[in-house]
């Protein structure tokens, strides 16, 4: 069974979980394009993101507030069985369903948001190592949508910046970068 987002977090997770994995122990204390976060920092939150939103697919509250150090032995292994899980619990049709309890929006929304966080720390990670990421065209169009129903919310929220300017030639990627709020040409 899956569902239209189960099946756009299987097509970024892969590309997400080989980033990780292609980050040296050597990296973790350099800067991201999240300016409050080191590596270190933003692979202990996409790990949080990968195991909260699986709560969040089945009703269950958070606690955002927790700060694990998920970076002991074997790390990088189990970050690509809990984005595994990740994609399991929103391939069930009911996580789509209603509102969630612990967010108060739609649960199609919700899993927009894991899909937001999963692509787009995954290039804040590869820009901050040196990697490249490359985005399925199909979740670059999902997550262009979410932003055109969520952007200006999730700026008031603090989720987002102030949108980065762009130019004509900007790729979607990009374009999408910059309306996060984070500058495409970043470099550590």
Avoid at 66 to 77: P, S, V
Avoid at 125 to 141: M, N, S
Wanted: contains cysteine; hydrophobic residues 40%.
């Amino acid at each position: 069974m899956s569902t239209k987002t189960s099946d756009l977090l299987a097509a970024a997770a892969p590309r997400t979980v080989a980033v990780v994995r292609g980050i040296s122990d050597d990296q973790l204390s350099r800067p991201t394009p999240c300016p409050d976060y080191a590596v270190r920092d933003l692979l202990n939150h996409l790990y949080d993101v990968v195991v909260n939103f699986q709560a969040l697919a089945r009703r269950r509250e958070v606690d955002w507030s927790a700060k694990t150090d998920h970076l002991t032995e074997g790390w990088r292994d189990r970050f690509a069985a809990e984005t595994g899980r990740l994609i399991e619990a929103w391939a069930d049709p009911a996580a789509l369903e209603g509102v969630s309890p612990g967010m108060g929006l739609p649960q199609e929304t919700v899993g927009e948001m894991a899909l937001t966080d999963l692509t787009v720390h995954a290039w804040d990670l590869a820009r901050a190592t040196g990697q490249r990421l490359d985005v399925e065209p199909q979740v670059l169009a999902a997550l262009h949508g979410f932003m055109d129903r969520m952007g200006d919310t999730g700026q008031q929220m603090g989720a987002f910046a102030e949108p980065h300017p762009t130019t004509p030639e900007a790729t979607p990627l990009d374009r999408l970068l910059a309306r996060t709020g984070r500058n495409p040409a970043w470099h550590p």
